[in-house]
């Protein structure tokens, strides 16, 4: 059962685009939803995080946008740049049982110059 | 430098071998967790730890074993390895959840593990 449901599975833009990215989630307990940014050989690296008393939360290029009635959030990534070229994963959390991790597919996003 | 060091960073293991993935954080983080991670399938978590002497399964246990007798290490023991076990493994700490601003957790550069 996948309660983290991630689309698109690869996204192509143009250096100065924008890149979304979305991710639906089942379980109504989580509450703590961050995003992943990985490089070929390296692991995850933390990006940006959200919990649900709030609908957007901006650092830098990079903005979360958070439905919790839809059970959606989704990546922004305003003025893509080529180094923005990574796989992207959402994940979600339920901090109070053990903050274990439930991951999305990911998303391999491509930046052209 | 401060962060979570998994090793060896590559291995080969033959059917029915066991051996030990090791990690080590020196970030004094309370939760540990192990995942693995495998094409179009995100990272799935294997197994947990909350705090030393303290662990538990996550969504893939079966063919893996833990333990945790300090902060710092959080073995990960393959007991007989499986081609289905061919995978990046990724260990993984944070703080506990309200006990800083932003606690996410820190991944490892994994172990990539292959099972002939």
């Known amino acids: 059962q996948q309660q983290v449901k991630q689309s698109p599975q690869s996204l192509i833009v143009q250096k100065g685009g924008i890149s979304i990215i979305n991710c639906a989630y089942e379980n109504t307990a989580f509450d703590y939803f961050p995003w992943y940014q990985q490089f070929p050989g390296k692991g995850p690296a933390l990006l940006i995080a959200?919990?649900?008393?709030?609908s957007e939360k901006k650092e830098g290029r990079f903005t979360i946008s958070f439905n919790k009635s839809a059970k959606q959030f989704s990546l922004h990534i305003m003025d893509s740049q080529p180094g923005d070229s990574a796989t992207y994963f959402c994940?979600?959390?339920?901090?109070?049982?053990?903050?274990?991790?439930?991951f999305g597919g990911g998303t391999r996003v491509l930046v052209k110059p | 430098n401060a962060g979570v060091t998994q090793t060896p960073k590559f291995q080969v293991l033959k059917t029915g071998q066991s051996m030990t993935l090791q990690c080590a954080q020196d970030?004094?983080?309370?939760?540990m967790s192990w995942y693995r991670q495998d094409p179009g399938m995100g990272l799935r978590l294997i197994h947990y730890?909350?705090?030393?002497?303290?662990?538990d399964q996550g969504e893939v246990p079966n063919g893996y074993n833990v333990s945790r007798s300090t902060t710092e290490d959080f073995p990960l023991r393959l007991l007989s390895a499986a081609p289905s076990q061919t995978s990046v493994y990724f260990c993984a700490s944070s703080y506990r959840p309200g006990t800083v601003p932003n606690y996410g957790y820190t991944f490892g550069s994994g172990t990539r593990l292959t099972v002939v």
């Open positions: 970030m004094n983080h309370e939760y």
């Open positions: 959200i919990r649900p008393d709030v």
């Open positions: 730890s909350v705090g030393a002497g303290i662990t």
């Open positions: 994940a979600a959390s339920f901090e109070a049982a053990g903050n274990k991790l439930t």
